[in-house]
């Protein structure tokens, strides 16, 4: 048996020792001794300087720039890409595409990082992520578009689970909070961009220009990032890959997403296609924690899931960005419906949605680094979001202002919980899992996502009846015929499931275990730059 000395609090495999080795660089006090088989992980010949964690902070968050905005970039161009091709009926396939396989593929990134090294996983996501852009570009018809895209986020849905282990391997639990909220900014910005680079794109020049654009950043991105690569730590071990449990896991999530996509639009909810692929996701499900239970080397180790910290740190993840999701999507809606607002003035009134969760995100990040009780900026911040969600479901209806101003609170406070669960769960798990572990994460929150968006898409259903045009359908239909009156009445309920998201992530922080984060008391780098 081998050991690998590994920072911070988490699971106990075996007893606590006093003199950490060659990565005191990234420890403090609390050292633990995990017990894993083959080869001990190597560590680095020597520490990384404050400039080089800034070149890698730095290409890290252009690579996740690449994979945010590509997110975004699309839905306004589908017009365009519709009326070229003469089928407007599948276009939504476009955006569901690169969301099924990149959810279906984030926790095996995660695994295969911790098994081959982080360096060779980012290289293969992004190599695909620009492949897939690529056959985008240059796709002659819908079908060959859907089917690249689909390759696209195969490659692209490694990115995030990948980039935020990376961030754990080269900065301390304490001050990775600071760090989250910067690459929080960076997913607002390609929110707010993404939409007006797509419509410049489609409009003046030509709809492929949003996938061959992908070229020069993701090459930039492998330039900065590649030649440091060798100096960061690596915690990784080889070991047996669990094809038949990661086969299970994906199976078992895009028949569970295709029925969130499906039911209620395509389908009834209580039509038999739909029961039947729900209780297909449900049986590989089950077919998954089995095989897990019951073998030596699992692709997501279930006991990985439990514990004091990670089940709940996930949990509340989930249902923060499930609410921020399902309300992004929805809300151009109700602008356009009750303030007689445009498709472009909608997406602007989006911005406090979007763009407020960063300075929560920070202010809990600050908080980790110089507080013992760092979970309380996330729990004082779901707090003030669901009561925000409260009152807006109250108060309905209201001038603009006042619903951005509520709205603003709402993020301000939904934005503390991110660098909080994720630091969370990766300061509660051996060096050797954190991949596994952050991708795992990043597998539930999308799942949180589409359910949050499946959920609030059929209260409106329920509340309105009929057919909705909602999110990328929405920008080739256009027109709703809805009365304001109806559209406010529906919201109400609307934002009382948001409140109930909201509530449930503060539940779930509150019974979450507070560990302590390793890292000096007074970090060295307090700021991103100097």
């Known amino acids: 048996m081998n050991k690998i000395d590994r920072p911070g609090h988490g699971m106990a495999h075996g007893q606590p020792v006093s003199n950490p080795d060659?990565?005191?660089?990234?420890?403090?006090?609390?050292?633990?001794?995990?017990?894993?088989s083959d080869a001990p992980p190597v560590a680095p010949?020597?520490?990384?300087?404050?400039s080089e964690v800034?070149?890698?902070?730095?290409?890290?968050?252009?690579?996740?720039?690449?994979?945010?905005?590509?997110?975004?970039?699309?839905?306004?161009?589908?017009?365009?890409?519709?009326?070229?091709?003469g089928d407007v009926s599948d276009l939504s396939w476009i955006i569901t595409a690169y969301l099924l396989s990149s959810t279906a593929v984030a926790p095996v990134y995660g695994t295969l990082s911790d098994i081959y090294g982080r360096r060779a996983m980012i290289?293969?996501?992004?190599?695909?992520?620009?492949?897939?852009?690529?056959?985008?570009?240059?796709?002659?018809?819908?079908?060959t578009l859907i089917l690249a895209r689909a390759l696209q986020g195969i490659g692209g849905g490694g990115i995030l689970p990948i980039v935020q282990t990376v961030i754990s391997d080269i900065v301390t639990p304490r001050e990775r909070g600071q760090y989250q909220a910067y690459f929080s900014a960076v997913w607002?910005?390609?929110?707010?961009?993404?939409?007006?680079?797509?419509?410049?794109?489609?409009?003046?020049?030509?709809?492929?220009?949003?996938?061959?654009?992908?070229?020069?950043?993701?090459?930039?991105?492998?330039?900065?990032?590649?030649?440091?690569?060798?100096?960061?730590?690596?915690?990784?071990r080889h070991r047996k890959i669990d094809w038949i449990g990661g086969l299970l896991l994906m199976t078992s999530a895009v028949v569970f997403m295709l029925v969130l996509t499906w039911g209620g639009s395509r389908f009834a909810w209580a039509?038999?296609?739909?029961?039947?692929?729900?209780?297909?996701a449900v049986a590989m499900a089950f077919a998954f924690v089995w095989h897990a239970r019951n073998t030596d080397e699992p692709f997501l180790p279930i006991p990985l899931l439990g514990g004091s910290v990670v089940p709940y740190a996930m949990a509340a993840g989930a249902c923060a960005i499930g609410t921020m999701?399902?309300?992004?999507?929805?809300?151009?809606?109700?602008?356009?419906?009750?303030?007689?607002?445009?498709?472009?003035?909608?997406?602007?009134?989006?911005?406090?949605?979007?763009?407020?969760?960063?300075?929560?995100?920070?202010i809990a990040g600050r908080a980790m680094m110089h507080t013992k009780h760092y979970k309380w900026a996330a729990i004082i911040g779901s707090g003030c979001a669901t009561a925000a969600a409260v009152a807006i479901a109250v108060l309905l209806p209201?001038?603009?202002?006042?619903?951005?101003?509520?709205?603003?609170?709402?993020?301000?406070?939904?934005?503390?919980?991110?660098?909080?669960?994720?630091?969370?769960?990766?300061?509660?798990v051996s060096r050797a899992q954190v991949g596994t572990a952050t991708g795992a994460m990043n597998f539930f929150r999308s799942l949180m996502a589409s359910f949050a968006v499946a959920m609030f898409t059929t209260i409106l259903l329920m509340a309105l009846g009929g057919n909705l045009t909602i999110g990328a359908e929405q920008n080739v239909s256009g027109g709703h015929g809805i009365a304001a009156a109806d559209m406010v009445s529906a919201f109400r309920y609307v934002f009382v499931a948001a409140a109930v998201l909201l509530a449930s992530a503060l539940t779930f922080l509150l019974i979450m275990e507070e560990r302590p984060l390793a890292g000096p008391a007074k970090p060295a780098v307090t700021e991103f730059s100097e």
Request: net charge negative; glycine share 8%; proline share 7%.
């Open 271 to 280: 039509s038999p296609t739909i029961l039947a692929m729900f209780g297909s």
């Open 54 to 85: 800034h070149t890698i902070i730095l290409s890290l968050m252009l690579t996740m720039f690449l994979t945010a905005l590509d997110q975004t970039i699309v839905a306004t161009a589908l017009p365009t890409i519709g009326r070229q091709f």
């Open 45 to 50: 010949p020597a520490p990384l300087s404050k």
């Open 188 to 236: 607002v910005s390609a929110g707010i961009g993404g939409p007006v680079l797509g419509g410049v794109f489609a409009e003046h020049l030509h709809w492929s220009v949003i996938f061959w654009i992908n070229l020069p950043l993701g090459l930039l991105s492998l330039a900065l990032l590649l030649p440091k690569m060798g100096k960061i730590p690596t915690f990784h």
């Open 22 to 36: 060659d990565i005191t660089d990234l420890t403090t006090a609390a050292t633990e001794v995990i017990e894993v």
């Open 325 to 362: 999701i399902g309300l992004t999507v929805h809300m151009p809606l109700y602008y356009e419906v009750v303030y007689h607002l445009s498709a472009s003035e909608a997406g602007l009134a989006l911005i406090p949605i979007v763009a407020m969760s960063v300075p929560g995100a920070w």
């Open 398 to 428: 209201m001038p603009l202002w006042a619903l951005l101003a509520l709205l603003s609170l709402l993020a301000l406070g939904l934005g503390s919980c991110f660098p909080v669960s994720v630091v969370s769960i990766q300061n509660a």
């Open 123 to 143: 290289i293969v996501s992004l190599t695909l992520f620009l492949v897939g852009s690529v056959w985008c570009a240059l796709a002659p018809n819908l079908l």
